[in-house]
């Protein structure tokens, strides 16, 4: 399984414990969530290789910026990967 398959199944496995977060992103960081938003915000809030992941599985990585500033952007992750 690759890393964007089993953080696929991470965030679905979150949305099955936690119903009354429909929709948004499950923010995931070094394979553990973090949390969930109910849409993709500004990345500067978020820890630069953060990955967010909607519930179609679209996964998103924070990227540039630096831990103290956030991240620059919200770069799509191919789906091959």
């Keep these: ?3 964007i ?3 696929r199944r991470t965030a679905a496995e979150w949305r ?3 119903p009354n977060r429909s929709g948004g992103v499950v923010l995931l960081w ?3 969530v973090y949390g969930w938003k109910n849409c ?3 990345a500067n809030h978020e820890q630069p290789g953060a990955y967010a992941i909607d519930e179609a599985g679209h ?3 924070a ?3 630096n831990g103290y500033d956030g991240a620059k952007c919200w770069v799509a992750v191919a789906a091959t990967n």
């Design 16 to 18: 099955v414990s936690n």
């Design 5 to 7: 398959e089993a953080m």
């Design 30 to 32: 070094q394979g553990a």
């Design 1 to 3: 399984m690759s890393q």
């Design 59 to 61: 996964v998103f990585v």
């Design 63 to 65: 990227e540039g910026g």
């Design 40 to 42: 993709l915000r500004d």
